[in-house]
C-alpha cells in the first residue's frame, strides 16, 4: 500500500526547511535598504509557520502518527516524548519570535539582537526536530503501521494541502498570504 501521509510529512518538512534557511539567509544579511520588505515577508513567514505546522501538520502527528507508532513500536517512546515536547513549545516559540520581530521592526537596531539571539537556536531546533522525525519515527511507521493505520493517517494528512509543498494551490483564505511570501521572499521560497 502507498503511504501517502509519509510523502506528505516529509514534503511538509522538506519546505518548512527551506522556509527556515531562506529566512536565515535572510536575517544574516538584514533589512539592507528596503527594511519595509524584510519585515513583510519575515512576519508573513513566521505567521505561515504558526498557521500551518503548528496548527495542521504537529497536531495530526501528535494525535494521530506518534500514538500509532509508540503502541506498535513502543521502542521509540524516548523519542516521541521529546518530539511531543517540542511540540508544546514551539507555538509559543513562534509567536515570541514575532514578538521580537515587531521589536526590532518597530523599535530599531537596538532590538535586533535579542532577535537574532532566539531565532539561531530556533531554527536549529526545529530542523532538529524535523530530522529525528524522520530518522526515527518514520521508518518506525513504516515498518510497524498497517493498511488500516495508513488509510486513517493518509485521510488526516491529506487535508492539510500546504500550498508551500508546491503541490497544492493555496485556499481562498491563504492565499493572499501565499501570494505575498512567494512574490517577495528569497530564492528558494519565493520569486523575489
Do not use: C
Not at 539567509?25 to 520588505?37: I, K, L, S
Not at 535586533?112 to 530542523?127: H, I, K, N, Q, T
Request: hydrophobic share 45%; aromatic share 8%.
Amino acid at each position: 500500500m502507498k503511504k501517502r501521509s509519509l510523502q506528505i510529512i516529509r514534503d511538509e518538512h522538506a519546505s518548512l526547511a527551506a522556509m527556515l534557511r531562506s529566512m536565515s539567509q535572510m536575517v544574516e544579511r538584514g533589512p539592507a535598504e528596503d527594511a519595509r520588505q524584510f519585515f513583510e515577508v519575515m512576519r508573513a513567514m513566521l505567521f505561515y509557520i504558526d498557521e500551518f505546522p503548528e496548527q495542521l501538520h504537529h497536531p495530526k502527528e501528535s494525535n494521530l502518527l506518534f500514538p500509532k507508532v509508540v503502541k506498535k513500536a513502543p521502542e521509540i517512546m524516548g523519542a516521541v516524548d521529546r518530539l511531543e515536547r517540542d511540540h508544546m513549545h514551539s507555538e509559543r516559540a513562534v509567536r515570541d519570535l514575532l514578538h521580537l520581530l515587531l521589536a526590532w521592526e518597530l523599535l530599531g537596531t537596538t532590538r535586533r539582537a535579542a532577535f537574532m539571539d532566539a531565532f539561531g537556536p530556533y531554527v536549529e531546533s526545529y530542523l532538529e526536530h524535523m530530522r529525528m522525525e524522520e530518522l526515527v519515527v518514520l521508518p518506525a511507521a513504516e515498518s510497524a503501521l498497517n493498511d488500516e493505520d495508513w488509510i486513517a493517517l493518509d485521510l488526516a494528512f491529506d487535508q492539510n494541502a500546504d500550498p508551500l509543498t508546491g503541490k497544492h494551490a493555496p485556499s481562498a483564505v491563504y492565499e493572499k498570504l501565499f501570494t505575498r511570501i512567494v512574490s517577495i521572499a528569497p530564492a528558494p521560497i519565493g520569486l523575489g
